[in-house]
């Protein structure tokens, strides 16, 4: 997510009791939180074509969910990525913020709903550029099948997740079932959010997100 001129209010995840409206605010934050704390528009990402998953990748199996834990940290090594992991509630008008721009290496955890390793799909968003530099997930589009996604948990254990597909979902096409509901039913999911395809300047929005998929292939303890 980047910066863009918009109305104030803009830019947050609006969400609420049910599973229908928290996608549709989901959406809405991928299309929305591009605002900054500026006015002046990011440089474009570039438009990215969907990575899916190419024939012939090998995949290893899913095992089975783990005790449901907040997360701490993300770490992606194929993709240079370390990050915190912070989690986003709900203010007083209903609406979860995503991570502040002053905090442009920090990925934010949707805190209401599945924490990594449970069964279901957890939420990583993380912007992808500011005003001035790239932000924790600018490289995210880069991710292919096979590579790891490691989760360091509060108790200090790591859920393990494996690459499933990269994939590129325009604005204006965009599913949210798809994209946030689990695949497969009892299995562990991760989903990393950011904003891709090109830097609609008078729109102040990207024109697409890049979503990656993972599912829980493994876990640990943290070395560290």
């Given at each position: 997510m980047s910066s863009g001129t918009r109305p104030a209010g803009t830019?947050?995840?609006?969400?609420?009791?049910?599973?229908?409206?928290?996608?549709?605010?989901?959406?809405?934050?991928g299309r929305e939180a591009t605002d900054g704390?500026?006015?002046?528009?990011?440089?474009?990402?570039g438009d990215i074509a969907a990575v899916g998953r190419p024939p012939g990748v090998e995949l290893p199996p899913a095992r089975d969910p783990l005790p449901g834990l907040a997360p701490r940290r993300v770490d992606i090594p194929s993709l240079g990525i370390?990050?915190?992991?912070?989690?986003?509630?709900?203010?007083?008008?209903?609406?979860?913020?995503?991570?502040?721009?002053?905090?442009?290496?920090?990925?934010?955890?949707?805190?209401?709903?599945?924490?990594?390793?449970?069964?279901?799909?957890?939420?990583?968003?993380?912007?992808?550029?500011?005003?001035?530099?790239?932000a924790v997930f600018y490289g995210l589009s880069a991710a292919r099948p096979g590579a790891k996604v490691r989760v360091t948990r509060t108790d200090g254990s790591i859920a393990e997740f494996t690459v499933d597909d990269v994939q590129v979902f325009p604005r204006e096409d965009f599913d949210?079932?798809?994209?946030?509901?689990?695949?497969?039913?009892?299995?562990?999911?991760?989903?990393?959010?950011?904003?891709?395809?090109?830097?609609?300047?008078?729109?102040?929005?990207?024109?697409?997100?890049?979503?990656?998929?993972a599912y829980l292939t493994g876990s640990g303890a943290s070395s560290g």
């Open positions: 830019g947050r995840l609006v969400t609420g009791v049910t599973w229908a409206v928290l996608l549709s605010g989901l959406w809405l934050w704390p500026g006015g002046s528009s990011a440089p474009t990402t370390s990050a915190p992991v912070v989690a986003r509630g709900l203010d007083g008008t209903g609406a979860v913020d995503p991570p502040p721009y002053a905090m442009p290496h920090t990925v934010g955890w949707f805190g209401s709903g599945t924490r990594p390793g449970a069964a279901g799909a957890a939420l990583l968003v993380g912007h992808v550029d500011t005003e001035t530099r790239p949210a079932g798809k994209v946030y509901g689990a695949r497969v039913a009892h299995r562990a999911e991760l989903r990393l959010i950011t904003c891709g395809g090109t830097f609609d300047r008078a729109a102040g929005t990207y024109t697409a997100n890049v979503v990656v998929s």
